[in-house]
């Protein structure tokens, strides 16, 4: 059995929000669907759902690949980092996927984001799916820091 070739995808920013108030925003994993309103159809949380390591979220996606997705929280150094995998079977044609986002302050205001993933695509659609992930993070960031902003006014 030969090994598995892992597709990586990386967004790597400054965004207009201070770092503790982009930590609290990314560390609420149940609250995903506060990030992407307009993309994630549903999320459910499981009743013993705490918010902290291996909790698990489902979250629904309509097209291009409708369905659910289970996500697992897998590690989280505070303020600093926090990574997810996606489990079990999913709409997504990926398996053994893991992201990373990564914090550091670049000013009072400013965070600098690395946000990175890692996944077996299928050989047909894998670029596809980096785009759409890496679409996916920048969205994440543009709405952190417009909703950053109209708390600010």
């Known amino acids: 059995m030969g090994r598995a070739i892992f597709k990586e995808t ?10 503790n108030y982009f930590w609290d925003r990314i560390r609420a994993f149940g609250e995903i ?3 992407l309103p307009e ?3 549903e999320v459910k949380l499981p009743e013993d759902f705490s918010n902290t390591i291996g909790d698990l979220r489902s979250v629904y996606l309509g097209d291009p690949y409708p369905g659910e997705v289970i996500e697992r929280l897998d590690g989280v150094e505070e303020g600093l980092s926090l990574t997810y ?6 709409c997504l044609p ?6 990373c986002v990564n914090l550091k302050d670049f000013s009072s205001t400013e965070t600098a984001v690395s946000w990175c993933g890692h996944f077996v ?6 670029d596809e799916i980096a ?3 890496e679409a996916l993070y920048n969205l994440i960031l543009n709405n952190i820091e417009d909703q950053y902003k109209k708390s600010q006014s």
């Open 94 to 99: 990926v398996s053994n996927y893991v992201a």
């Open 33 to 35: 669907k506060t990030l």
């Open 85 to 90: 995998s996606i489990i079990d079977e999913s």
């Open 10 to 19: 990386k967004v790597e920013r400054v965004v207009n929000v201070p770092k």
């Open 39 to 41: 993309n994630l159809l």
């Open 121 to 126: 695509g299928d050989g047909k659609t894998e």
């Open 131 to 133: 785009d759409l992930l």
